[in-house]
């Protein structure tokens, strides 16, 4: 009987997530589709990915996910993403904002696209994303769930852009809190080590073994515990608002 109404937590629910094809996204799209959510899953280039979900998904549900293409960057395509997800499902009740850029950015060598392109999609994306759909998310007493990082108090050196924009989602995520109550409910989580960037050589074993050193837990994560973070937030906490949930095995308290 439990597992029975675990598994039906977000039934008649519609999921809106940026980002989802793959990696945590995905990790997120399927803990809540598996809690009954329907999902609009937008990608940006990631095509493969996302219609092998949306396949992979509607094989346990028919009919229970769509997929929608956009640059985060065009804000001109922002309210079609929130029209067509109620176009799709009849309802938007909750917003996830997960698409990010990542990349360092060192002083001396910062252009305006790496700023247009961070703060664009951590930042300026979410904000108008959270505007398109504040009336409908009221509507359904919904709520936002913002993906920023574990290092918004402790920044990166060599990442000054996207530790600005991160921060600001923050921010945002307070103020949107203040903003939409009390129908809406806006938190975020900050995911610490839980998936290793892909090609990127700076993270090498040596990097990777000084970074478990320093998790209180010495160990990584993995993106479904930034899944479960969210689902607990979407479905298991009715009185928490403009709070932003840590999942990084303690890391940031030993930085």
């Not at 039934?11 to 989802?20: A, C, E, F, Q």
């Not at 990631?46 to 009919?63: G, V």
Request: aromatic fraction near 6%; glycine fraction near 6%; hydrophobic fraction near 45%.
């Amino acid at each position: 009987m439990n597992q029975l109404v675990q598994n039906n937590a977000l039934k008649n629910k519609t999921v809106l997530i940026t980002g989802g094809a793959k990696r945590v996204g995905a990790a997120i799209c399927r803990e809540l589709h598996a809690h009954g959510a329907n999902l609009m899953i937008h990608y940006n280039t990631s095509t493969a990915d996302a219609r092998a979900l949306q396949a992979e998904l509607n094989l346990q549900r028919a009919h229970s996910v769509a997929i929608i293409q956009g640059d985060l960057l065009n804000i001109a395509i922002i309210a079609n993403l929130v029209h067509e997800t109620i176009n799709q499902f009849g309802q938007l009740d909750v917003l996830i904002n997960n698409a990010s850029s990542y990349y360092s950015t060192e002083i001396g060598h910062i252009s305006e696209e790496n700023w247009h392109d961070l703060v664009g999609s951590n930042l300026k994306a979410p904000m108008f994303l959270a505007q398109a759909a504040a009336n409908e998310l009221r509507k359904h007493h919904g709520c936002i769930v913002n993906i920023t990082d574990m290092h918004i108090e402790r920044p990166k050196k060599g990442y000054v852009v996207y530790s600005v924009a991160k921060a600001g989602l923050v921010t945002l995520t307070k103020s949107l809190a203040h903003e939409l109550s009390p129908e809406v409910r806006v938190n975020a989580v900050a995911p610490g080590p839980v998936q290793w960037p892909e090609n990127n050589p700076q993270f090498d074993e040596v990097y990777r073994q000084r970074v478990i050193n320093q998790t209180l837990l010495k160990k990584i994560g993995n993106p479904q515990d930034i899944a479960k973070a969210v689902k607990f937030l979407v479905a298991d906490a009715p009185f928490i608002t403009g709070h932003v949930l840590a999942v990084d095995g303690g890391r940031s308290l030993n930085l």
